[in-house]
């Protein structure tokens, strides 16, 4: 092939997920030519989340969610505590939750949310070309001075760009390569992941609103803690869509593998808990899917651009996996920074490593990275306490239905009684130190 026959762009994106399309809608709005490839069907085939974040979106398309594919904004939230047979719940929300802006915290379902959004970022003008892998970078100059030319699809095709923009999700085999063939440097600290598991159960929606006393259209996130989850570094979710539930729980792989336990295990006894079994009472599994999430937080983020490329979203582990579980927010924020680096760097015609270090100046600056900051320590937290998922969570329970034990006894004895059920196994010391440590968690 010459070089004439080359198919040139402005810019290549690899991945179609919140990341790669926050990054191909800016660089096409400002009339850059972009080509976004996506290795599923369609963007959001192969995708799976939680609850979608849609402050950063909404900057982008004002009132998204008017037009958007929204299943429930979540106009309730709810923290459930787990023993074995028992709970304990915090229900909180605001009546503001119901109006737009929805306090930007939607349900949505991945596969039709990223699917709209790509039709966004196509009327925009980039070139969206769906159902292709990437299988590797094309690199130009010799070791030492190679820099990211374009990219090879599994077909053999290959496209040029001056930059490559990876958003290729937490299994990012093509950042995983540039990194190795360039040599960034990796995170302070290994990249640790978690396993998060969902199930879609299909619920009619009158039963789904009044089984959780809802009004209509509106939604509830459920966080759950202790029991099911065995001592892992994890913790489930319900978040009501607008014709079913998706339940489902996150943990830590390492966890997992100490515990011997496997995610299907773990969901079976997350579902088979008495709470959980009266929430999706006769409903009908419609989906499962399971996907890694990088939650090794600030310390293990390493380098995010080279001559030629930068790394967005999960790929580039920027997951805030403290109490907040936020992942779509921060992939499109990085997104967004990364294409006006682009932009930048496009318009001076200089795409090396030492003008696109600007993407980590603005990353460095923004609230995202000061979200991450401020809780890198919630991996090292739950990995040295893991009495605060498990065995707190579970006496916190068992104190307040023991004080609420009615049977006949006198209100000294029953306070008396559940005091020192709660103290039993209990070092007052562990405690003391692990709710000390618990304050980086929020
Ligand atoms: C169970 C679960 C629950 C979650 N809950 C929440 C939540 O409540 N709130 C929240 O904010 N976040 C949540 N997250 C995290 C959130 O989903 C991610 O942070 C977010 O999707 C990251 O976006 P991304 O664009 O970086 O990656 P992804 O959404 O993973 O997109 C990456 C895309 O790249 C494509 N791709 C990969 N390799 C190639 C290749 N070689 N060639 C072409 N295409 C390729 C993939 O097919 C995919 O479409 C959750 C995640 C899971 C798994």
Redesign the pocket.
């Known amino acids: 092939m010459t070089n004439d026959d080359q198919v040139r762009m402005d810019c290549i994106v ?8 926050t990054a191909a809608l800016v660089l096409a709005r400002a009339g850059r030519q972009v080509l976004l ?4 069907e369609y ?11 849609g402050t950063v979106l909404d900057r982008l398309i004002p009132e998204f969610y008017r037009s958007a594919p929204i299943e429930r904004p979540v106009t309730r939230r709810k923290l459930v505590f787990l023993s074995d047979d028992e709970y304990a719940a915090l229900q909180f929300g605001r009546d503001e939750w119901a109006r737009p802006p929805h306090n930007h915290t939607f349900v949505v379902h ?1 596969s039709q949310f ?1 699917r709209w959004y790509s039709r966004q970022v196509e009327g925009a003008g980039a070139n969206l070309l769906e159902g ?4 590797d970078l094309i690199y130009e100059g010799t070791n030492g001075h190679r820099r990211v030319a374009g990219v090879r699809l599994r077909t053999g095709e290959e496209f040029f760009a001056p930059i490559v923009i990876l ?8 950042s995983e390569a540039a990194r190795r063939t360039l040599g960034l440097k990796p995170g302070r600290v290994r990249q640790e992941y978690a396993v ?3 199930e879609i159960l299909g619920l009619p929606r009158e039963v789904l609103e009044e089984r959780f006393e809802l009004d209509p259209g509106q939604g509830l996130a459920v966080d759950f803690f202790g029991a099911p989850f065995r001592g892992l570094i994890g913790g489930g ?1 319900l978040y009501t869509a607008g014709e079913s539930l998706h339940l ?1 729980f ?1 943990a830590r792989i390492q966890s997992l593998v100490r515990a011997g336990l496997s995610p299907h295990e773990v969901m079976e006894a997350f579902k088979a808990h008495p709470v959980v079994r009266r929430m999706i009472r006769g409903s009908e599994l419609l989906e499962y ?5 990088p939650e090794g937080g600030y310390d293990a983020i390493g380098d995010l651009h080279g001559p030629g490329v930068m790394i ?4 580039a582990g ?2 805030n996996m403290s109490l907040y ?7 499109m924020e990085s ?1 967004l920074q990364a294409a006006q680096t682009a932009l930048e760097a496009l318009q001076a015609g200089d795409a090396t490593a030492e003008r696109l270090a600007a993407y980590r100046r603005r990353l460095d600056q923004s609230w995202l990275m000061e979200d991450l900051r401020r809780f890198r320590h919630v991996p090292e937290v739950l990995e040295t306490s893991p009495d605060l998922l498990d065995l707190y969570p579970r006496k916190v329970v068992r104190l307040l239905t023991s004080f609420f034990q009615v049977d006949g006894r006198s209100k000294t004895e029953v306070q008396r009684d559940a005091w020192r059920a709660f103290r039993d196994q209990l070092s007052l010391w562990r405690a003391a130190r692990d709710l000390f440590r618990a304050r980086k968690l929020f």
Request: charged share 20%; proline share 2%; aromatic share 4%.
């Open positions: 690899v991945g179609g997920g919140p990341a790669g399309l490839i996506e290795r599923g963007c959001g085939a192969k995708n799976v989340g939680g609850l979608l974040y991945r990223d292709m892998l990437v299988e958003a290729d999700g937490a299994n990012c085999l093509v998060g598991v969902k979710f489902g996150a899917s399971a996907h890694m999430i967005v979203g999960d790929a920027l997951v579980k936020e992942g779509t927010n921060l992939a997104g």
